[in-house]
């Protein structure tokens, strides 16, 4: 079997195909899934901190409100019935705690609110027993309490006007009831399988939305091991059952607890499953389409190019006839070698035209044809640029007094100094007779000003080839609005040039806008 250029072109295309969709689809899979990953880390660690700093405000607010009822508290100390009127006002009034006491020194309760069966008791549980003993603000560990509720306790200190110690004013959080800490974080802003949750100091949990948590040690939780540090941050972690998440984690500096909002990697996982495969569904139909178009195209470029090798080594030889070549190479070593040889010459001599028809054969610079070119090309790329038009002053003397040849080295002179005050991105071109184009790229009028005003002075500095002085006139435009067509252009600046001719010469005037 012969192996033909359409048998190669085809085999290379298909192997090319597979080998483009199964490296995009790979690398765009773990690209994606990178991306995914660390935006969700990135989105629970900002959750995390905004939920954390609003619990913060929250302990706060409840701090700030005790405090101001502590000194209204201890006034009354001995009166229980007014204690009592005054915690149902704060709790009416405040919907953070689920109760509120007042504990003596003795750790004996005298009042609370609501009466939840406790005042005239002693108090023995470890929040209370804090309290006392820390005799300032604080919020407790989560403990169990005399009703066998799970709460924290958010105190702070009562003193009497001769700085004696009272007892403390107290507001309680039901851990595993409806409280404030549920109302901030029950809801994430996710719904796919994210939750919050809460752990203490001590690595318990404070809040999680399965109610059966409450109450649990996680401090072998890498996460919570971090919050114990009272570091915040984003990570991997693996929860409780072994399922791996992308967990956020803030410490919170008022209660030293932590807040942690994380979401199963699983979902990020698929979601760039999902993205990959959508890019693969997408690119199907232009991928079919792509190899039934190259199919035909193949058919079509192999017959000809078969047939023109064929053609071209039967021409090499001295004959006219076609010849079989029995190996699947011939068509690009015939091609190579014939069309090659051809196409540099040719390309040669296209390059040796193009560069005369763009060439003013006197001075060297670029001519009017290739001014217009490039123009366009500036104008279609919306490329800001300046223009400036030079006219040698009384260039008819010049020749009617030294002669043509005289004239012409005058015109060579001045392509000199154009040359000299330009970049290598700028273009000099010659229009015809004594009139001469500078095209300045990425130049606003101020800049060019200053090249006209340098090209102005460097010609009437020096010498010209007629042993005397020679001055130039200039016109500058700068070109920087798309509405205005180049005709427009090059009349504001002739104007200019004209201004400077009739103001005097030797002189360089901006075109007005």
């Given at each position: ?377 500036w104008i279609r790329h919306k490329k800001p ?84 002085i020679i001055t130039v006139s200039l016109g ?38």
């Amino acid at each position: 079997m012969i192996k033909t250029l359409r048998f190669w072109i085809m085999l290379l295309l298909t192997f090319t195909m597979i080998g483009i969709l199964g490296i995009t689809s790979i690398a765009g899979y773990f690209v994606e899934k990178e991306n995914v990953v660390d935006n969700t880390l990135k989105m629970n660690n900002v959750f995390s901190a905004k939920l954390a700093q609003l619990t913060e405000e929250v302990f706060e607010g409840m701090q700030s409100q005790l405090q101001v009822k502590a000194f209204e508290v201890s006034a009354d100390i001995d009166d229980a019935e007014k204690l009592t009127e005054e915690l149902d006002v704060l709790l009416s009034s405040n919907k953070n705690f689920n109760s509120l006491s007042v504990v003596n020194r003795d750790g004996v309760v005298l009042a609370t609110a609501p009466d939840v069966g406790i005042v005239g008791s002693k108090l023995e549980t470890p929040g209370p027993k804090e309290a006392l003993y820390e005799r300032k603000n604080l919020i407790s560990a989560p403990y169990q309490a005399t009703t066998g509720r799970l709460l924290v306790l958010i105190s702070t200190p009562l003193w009497n006007d001769k700085n004696e110690y009272l007892g403390f004013l107290s507001g309680t959080i039901y851990l595993q009831e409806e409280n404030s800490i549920r109302d901030i974080l029950g809801d994430h802003y996710a719904t796919d399988g994210s939750y919050v949750w809460v752990v203490d100091r001590n690595g318990i949990i404070i809040y999680h939305p399965v109610a059966d948590r409450i109450g649990t040690s996680v401090v072998e939780n890498d996460v919570a091991q971090k919050i114990m540090r009272h570091e915040s941050g984003a990570q991997k972690v693996l929860n409780s059952n072994g399922q791996e998440y992308l967990a956020g984690y803030t410490f919170i500096k008022a209660s030293k607890w932590g807040v942690v909002s994380q979401t199963p990697i699983g979902v990020s996982v698929k979601s760039a499953a999902d993205v990959v495969s959508r890019m693969l569904l997408y690119a199907l139909p232009f991928v079919i389409f792509f190899f039934f178009v190259t199919i035909l195209l193949t058919n079509g470029l192999a017959s000809p190019l078969r047939k023109l090798a064929l053609y071209s080594a039967s021409l090499r030889e001295g004959e006219r006839t076609q010849t079989a070549i029995p190996t699947w190479y011939f068509e690009a070593k015939q091609l190579n070698e014939t069309i090659r040889e051809y196409a540099e010459w040719q390309q040669q001599t296209v390059d040796e035209y193009k560069e005369r028809s763009y060439t003013d054969a006197l001075t060297g610079l670029k001519n009017r044809r290739y001014q217009e070119e490039m123009i366009a090309k500036w104008i279609r790329h919306k490329k800001p640029f300046s223009l400036i038009m030079i006219d040698i002053d009384h260039f008819k003397q010049v020749n009617d007094t030294y002669g043509h040849q005289v004239g012409d080295e005058v015109l060579k002179f001045l392509a000199e100094k154009m040359c000299e005050v330009v970049r290598s991105e700028d273009v000099c071109v010659r229009l015809g007779g004594e009139e001469f184009v500078m095209l300045l790229t990425d130049t606003n009028h101020t800049d060019a000003l200053k090249i006209a005003e340098r090209l102005r002075r460097n010609v009437a500095a020096v010498v010209c080839p007629t042993n005397d002085i020679i001055t130039v006139s200039l016109g500058v435009g700068y070109y920087h609005d798309p509405e205005e067509t180049v005709d427009h252009l090059f009349e504001r600046v002739d104007k200019a040039l004209y201004r400077a001719k009739t103001e005097g010469r030797n002189r360089v005037v901006l075109a007005e806008e």
